[in-house]
């Protein structure tokens, strides 16, 4: 109901104000027939409802930025803005200067006024654009350069990876750069994971919730909500997409489909799982590693064990050091989709079978 009486009194107000300020400071020329107070009346108005008008979509504007996430851009731009500017007041003195040195007296100033207003706002439209579309350009001019303009932008968190959890250990660490965005559709699905019947999923999603609350209360990472939604396209993934998109962000994940399908919509992803198979260490045909046989393979006599970075390795003839630490040697190594795996022997075969050629 305030928004109603609010709005009206807004107008009148600033149009009012145009008035006031049209008739004291004798502002314009007689329109037609009307008089020369009736006239500034008219204009002032006029100029009122306008930068009224103006103030209400600016406004509306800004406010749509800050629900998309782009509070970074529009700082940025009006600094940029502020920088563009200063360039058009410089351009408005030299305008000035050699209006005044080189035109006749017959030259209007309403025209030099005129000129110098569009060049300054055009300088200034400029610089508010060149910094909302080139996020990082303040702090790579101090740099010297745009090193790191690439990494530092936002990046979008997908359910998988939030309940997933390596993401705050990740950003700590620097391998990650940039402020995280959790889109409110995210957290309600995540919600909606936590209130399960099944007992799993809920704990998933009730792990994922306390994750996303370390996330924002940790001061060493940057954080933010937004309310950003798109109810048309209904699925999760869809919108992550889309609101990449609008953003200009890079999606981070777990999800294999999600990876796939933004790839396609040339949206940059993070795979934390193509990050952790990356960094796991490379064995070639006949290194020597300690592993323990933990489960009976698929084929017979074959063990199973795992290393510290979770990579799978089976062991040919190792059933029967279930339980057991072992030295293996490195047969071959397989990647999949999955990650990798590892197909060694014990080395007491190796031996054996070097003992044996021996002879």
Do not use: C
Request: net charge neutral; glycine share 10%.
């Amino acid at each position: 109901m305030a928004k109603f009486f609010l709005l009206p009194l807004f107008f009148a107000v600033l149009i009012g104000l145009g008035m006031f300020v049209a008739v004291t400071q004798k502002l314009g020329a007689p329109l037609g027939p009307f008089h020369q107070d009736a006239s500034r009346l008219l204009i002032g108005g006029f100029s009122g409802f306008l930068f009224a008008l103006l103030t209400l979509l600016t406004s509306a504007l800004i406010n749509r930025q800050l629900e998309q996430g782009k509070s970074r851009q529009l700082v940025n731009g009006g600094l940029t803005a502020l920088v563009g500017a200063t360039l058009g007041f410089i351009a408005f003195i030299i305008l000035d200067l050699i209006f005044k040195n080189t035109s006749d007296k017959n030259t209007p100033e309403s025209w030099l006024a005129l000129t110098q207003g569009l060049i300054f706002l055009f300088f200034t439209m400029l610089g508010f654009r060149v910094g909302y579309r080139e996020e990082n350009i303040l702090v790579d001019a101090f740099r010297g350069g745009k090193a790191g303009q690439t990494n530092r932008g936002p990046k979008l968190l997908d359910t998988s990876v939030i309940i997933d959890g390596r993401i705050g250990d990740l950003v700590k660490t620097g391998f990650i750069e940039g402020k995280l965005i959790i889109p409110q559709f995210v957290l309600d699905e995540l919600h909606n994971i936590a209130d399960s019947s099944d007992n799993l999923r809920r704990r998933k999603g009730r792990r994922g919730l306390d994750i996303l609350g370390e996330l924002r209360r940790s001061e060493n990472i940057e954080a933010e909500m937004i309310s950003r939604d798109f109810p048309e396209l209904g699925a999760v993934d869809r919108k992550l997409i889309q609101l990449a998109k609008e953003m200009n962000a890079k999606i981070i994940t777990t999800d294999y489909n999600l990876n796939k399908v933004a790839k396609v919509e040339n949206i940059d992803v993070l795979n934390i799982n193509e990050l952790a198979n990356a960094v796991k260490p490379r064995f070639i045909p006949g290194e020597e590693l300690e592993v323990e046989v933990i489960d009976r393979g698929e084929e017979i006599g074959q063990g199973v064990g795992y290393l510290d970075d979770g990579t799978m390795v089976v062991v040919e003839n190792g059933r029967r050091f279930i339980g057991k630490k072992i030295k293996t040697v490195v047969n071959s190594a397989l990647q999949t989709d999955a990650g990798k795996m590892l197909f060694v022997r014990p080395k007491t075969e190796t031996n054996s079978m070097k003992d044996k050629w021996a002879q």
